[in-house]
């Protein structure tokens, strides 16, 4: 099977105006550990990953899906073409930008980064996430490893010599990683015997590279229950010598790869460790039961990178469908509807076309805004670390505060943004002849790995609330009634900015109410309310920084001549910023008073009463 055309498309203006502009580059580039990054060196790597992607990822996405993976031998094989693209993705060193620099990379500010990956996972979702994966499991390995650990694993997992894993998830256990039975026996030369089985292993085997390193978490003899007594092991697929050559298999079985609704190119596997005894891992650092928050680590990591993914493949279904709206011919004109003679139009004059248009855009914008928002708090903070440790904190605040909304609600919108667009094509986006299609099943399984949207929601309720004593939420407030103070008379946003002040009283109103219920026994209501709290505040987040955009969009329109390009681009940030404000923006509001009518209906319903199967 040949590689096909490419599909993927992304707007690298709009890109550069977040990255450049909204949250400005120079603030961190030339500081630190990004003293070599400048705007032009940024732009390159932007533009170098975006052709790239379009010439050597994107012609392989739609024939990926429809190959799938296959095992042959107990080995994964994947698509063809997949193997050639990770040696070439390597070869261009666009994995690496941000590596850090001891480990051969380039150690980009993490704004930068990701908006590459954007890019990446945007064109071959499957593919792209193989090398994320490694490069993860590469970055717990290079925080919490031994500095042997570092040499032989993480240094070639960083350069694609060989990829990587996380092993959490047990048939017996779902998402309720505290029960993991899988053991780790400590052998007399201090490395561990390895037993037990995962399952949903993504990129859990694979042909392209020589080696796959699994990290698993595990229960050690005389460990406690629970997720306190989980350690996390380096489990090779076959052994790496001292010396950092490859030595014998390490007894890590493919038990076989699922068959999904899609991300068919990418291996989700079950694995089998230790069936004849003969499994070896190695304990990540030195110390046991610190399984878990070595883990988060990548899990933190990945949790923004299904955000990124999410907004990337919504983001090239928006603009595959606007391209569409312009070509297709259908209809006349809505003022001509009754005369039989008028001329067909484009559906781009529908006006329910132009609605389902622009909301693809405003939202497109407003999660990659929102990721950006998030990449650059935590680019101030590796500048600011060890000079400014207030400052450093605020910034480290935000990023934790603001992970289960990337995480959650660009995964479930990218899912409901990839059928819009269908919608957008009518007949046409329910046939594999055009991409929205596969964009539409790859992007359903965002929502659910990586922790489901419920674990993201109770993540924020639960924990990032109240955590530092409830500070990073209430700086993330103050930061908006700022932004309120200072807008709320702006000539063309100044009714949207008070619809913003509103929203932000309702969402804090539903924050307090939770912890009058955990204080009152109503403690059912956090985890029935967590959801909507979490799609509230993320319809908050979404438009403020849309807001934020728009401002700056129109102080820049007022800086340009009459005629020049970039005005329609500065229009259209006005336009999401208004749309979403308008029509999305309320409806937070709606979601506090429905948070507060306390409905327990769902815990008081019996069992039987839910009907008979």
């Not at 690298?12 to 990054?37: C, H, I, N, T």
């Not at 390193?213 to 996390?232: D, F, I, M, Q, Y």
Request: glycine letters at 10%; charged letters at 20%.
């Amino acid at each position: 099977m040949s590689a096909g055309i490419n599909r993927y498309k992304a707007d690298l203006r709009e890109m550069f105006f977040v990255l450049f502009e909204q949250y400005p580059f120079s603030a961190v580039a030339g500081k630190g550990a990004y003293a070599d990054w400048d705007e032009e060196t940024a732009k390159a790597v932007v533009k170098e990953a975006y052709r790239f992607s379009t010439e050597v990822l994107g012609p392989l996405n739609a024939s990926g899906d429809k190959e799938g993976c296959k095992v042959v031998d107990g080995r994964v094989i994947t698509p063809k073409g997949f193997k050639d693209a990770w040696k070439k993705l390597f070869e261009a060193g666009i994995k690496q930008i941000s590596v850090p620099r001891e480990f051969g990379g380039q150690e980009a500010p993490t704004a930068l980064y990701a908006i590459v990956e954007e890019i990446t996972s945007g064109s071959n979702t499957a593919f792209g996430m193989y090398p994320g994966l490694a490069g993860g499991a590469a970055e717990v390995i290079a925080h919490f490893g031994t500095d042997s650990q570092k040499k032989l694993y993480a240094e070639p997992m960083f350069n694609g010599t060989f990829g990587g894993t996380m092993c959490l998830t047990e048939p017996h256990a779902g998402s309720d990683v505290g029960s993991s039975s899988s053991k780790a026996v400590k052998q007399p030369d201090g490395t561990y015997k390895i037993s037990g089985n995962k399952i949903y292993i993504s990129g859990g085997d694979h042909d392209m590279a020589d080696n796959v390193v699994h990290l698993v978490l595990a229960r050690a003899e005389n460990a406690p229950l629970g997720t306190k007594g989980l350690s996390l092991f380096i489990v090779p697929r076959v052994r790496v010598k001292a010396d950092g050559s490859l030595g014998e298999f390490n007894d890590v079985t493919v038990a076989g790869i699922e068959h999904k609704m899609g991300i068919n190119g990418s291996a989700t596997c079950s694995l089998n460790f230790g069936e004849n005894g003969t499994c070896i891992g190695e304990l990540v650092g030195t110390v046991e039961n610190q399984g878990m928050p070595q883990m988060f680590k990548m899990m933190n990591g990945a949790r923004i990178g299904v955000g990124i993914q999410g907004v990337a493949v919504a983001g090239s279904a928006y603009l595959n469908a606007l391209e569409y709206a312009k070509d297709r011919k259908q209809g006349s004109h809505f003022t001509q509807w009754k005369d039989p003679k008028a001329p067909r139009v484009s559906i781009i004059e529908h006006p329910d076309v132009r609605r389902m248009l622009l909301e693809l855009k405003a939202t497109t914008e407003g999660l990659r805004s929102l990721i950006v928002k998030l990449a650059s708090h935590r680019d101030q903070w590796s500048v600011l670390a060890g000079k400014d440790d207030e400052a450093a904190a605020y910034h480290m605040g935000q990023v934790d505060l603001l992970v289960p909304l990337v995480k959650a609600f660009s995964s479930d919108e990218a899912f409901r943004l990839c059928a819009v667009a269908q919608q957008v094509y009518g007949g046409a986006g329910f046939l594999k002849d055009w991409p929205v299609e596969q964009y539409t099943r790859d992007a359903k399984i965002f929502s659910i790995y990586e922790g489901t949207n419920h674990i993201q929601a109770m993540d924020l309720v639960a924990r990032k609330l109240g955590q530092n004593g409830g500070a990073n939420f209430q700086a993330f407030n103050t930061d908006l009634a700022n932004f309120v103070e200072a807008n709320k008379d702006h000539a063309v946003f100044g009714k949207e900015v008070q619809y913003l002040s509103a929203a932000s009283e309702a969402v804090l109103g539903v924050a307090m109410n939770m912890m009058g219920w955990s204080q009152a026994g109503k403690i059912d209501l956090v985890p029935l309310v967590a959801n909507r709290f979490l799609l509230m505040m993320s319809q908050l987040a979404v438009s403020y920084v849309l807001l934020d955009a728009g401002v700056k969009a129109e102080a820049a329109l007022a800086r340009l001549p009459a005629v020049h390009e970039d005005r329609a681009f500065y229009e259209g940030k006005r336009y999401s910023a208004l749309w979403y404000a308008r029509n999305v923006l309320p409806q937070a509001k709606h979601h506090a008073e429905i948070a507060l009518l306390e409905d327990e209906t769902p815990m008081k319903i019996s069992d039987e009463a839910y009907g008979h199967n």
